[in-house]
């Protein structure tokens, strides 16, 4: 049972245009949800989140949209930059059988064009 | 945040024989979780690492197949056992933030090619 799925494997965008990943998920329980950047050969670096409470959140230029009746969410990148260029999971967090943990979606390849 | 230091990066093994890989933290910390992303896959909670009692495996994963030790508080392994091509995969360890809302600090990685 996939809780976190992000339905897109990957996405080409063209330099200084906007990215959006999307990601959707099933559990109401989640409390958090995050977005995390990796590069290959390392591990993955927290990017931004939003609590559930929350509907947007924004830094710099990345924007992270929640729409909780949806169970969806979204990453914007704008303007992208060739640096963007990574596998974004998106995951989230919730108290499960006594621990706070992490669930992971597959990934989506974000290639940015010059 | 803190900063983890894991190796083996990668390693190429035969199939039927072990590897254990290590994670070093900077700082104390209560908790560390072991991670499995298998090839485009998602990032796989494998089990949860306490100082001084008996890790907790999720569901599909057994103690005798990845054996986990956690002697102090800033240092964990994790053995992957009796090795097969299927355990071909990168496993990652973890540590909590100080904040929810910024997750989990992660290790850069092992990638495991079984043959």
């Known amino acids: 049972d996939q809780q976190v799925k992000q339905n897109s494997p990957s996405l080409s965008v063209q330099e200084g245009r906007i990215s959006i990943l999307n990601c959707d998920y099933t559990?109401?329980?989640?409390?958090?949800f995050l977005w995390y950047k990796k590069y290959p050969a390392e591990g993955p670096t927290f990017l931004i989140s939003?609590?559930?409470?929350?509907d947007k959140n924004e830094d710099g230029r990345f924007t992270v949209f929640l729409n909780k009746s949806a169970k969806h969410l979204s990453l914007h990148i704008v303007p992208s930059q060739p640096g963007d260029s990574a596998v974004y999971f998106c995951a989230a967090s919730a108290v499960l059988q006594g621990a706070q943990k992490l669930v992971f979606g597959q990934g989506t390849r974000l290639t940015i064009n010059p | 945040s803190a900063v983890i230091s894991q190796k083996p990066s990668r390693d190429i093994c035969q199939r039927g024989t072990s590897l254990t890989i290590q994670c070093q933290v900077d700082s104390q910390v209560t908790m560390m979780f072991w991670y499995r992303q298998q090839p485009g896959q998602s990032l796989t909670l494998i089990a949860t690492?306490?100082?001084?009692?008996?890790?907790?495996?999720e569901s599909g994963f057994v103690i005798d197949k990845f054996p986990i030790s956690r002697p102090n508080l800033t240092f964990s392994t994790l053995t992957v056992s009796n090795m097969s091509p299927e355990d071909s995969s990168i496993y990652l360890c973890?540590?909590?933030?100080?904040?929810?809302?910024?997750?989990?600090?992660f290790g850069s990685g092992t990638r495991l090619t079984v043959v």
């Open positions: 973890s540590v909590p933030t100080f904040r929810t809302d910024y997750g989990y600090t």
């Open positions: 559990n109401s329980m989640f409390d958090y």
């Open positions: 690492a306490n100082q001084g009692s008996e890790a907790t495996y």
């Open positions: 939003i609590s559930s409470i929350k």
